[in-house]
């Protein structure tokens, strides 16, 4: 479970498998208890929308679809890509999230 902890609504992810590969994006929502993300721009699949009223004539739209949170990484600006992140625990008890790369909290 703590894996899901490590992606929160409004991060920066990077895409890292399917068609929307290298792709970035914030993330709009997550789906804990389904293991998903929805990112924004990615994943988008056409979806028909059913005639509602004459301001709202329905037809196709794209909508982001969630995807699994194991196909994004963070995005870490120090390093500019993707990246693991780890938790450490500061002098103050703090928890914090950090990039396992270049050790940059994030
Ligand atoms: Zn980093």
């Not at 004539?57 to 120090?78: A, F, H, K, Q």
């Amino acid at each position: 479970m703590l894996k899901f902890k490590k992606i929160k609504k409004d991060d920066t992810v990077v895409v890292i498998t399917g068609k929307d590969k290298g792709k970035m994006g914030r993330v709009l929502r997550v789906l804990r208890d389904k293991g998903k993300v929805l990112v924004e721009g990615v994943n988008k699949a056409k979806k028909h929308v059913r005639r509602i009223s004459e301001e709202l004539p329905g037809g196709i739209t794209e909508v982001e679809m969630p995807m699994d949170i194991s196909n994004v990484m963070l995005y870490c600006p120090e390093c500019k890509r993707g990246v693991r992140v780890g938790f450490r625990v500061e002098s103050d008890g703090k928890k914090v999230r950090i990039c396992r790369s270049c050790g940059a909290i994030v």
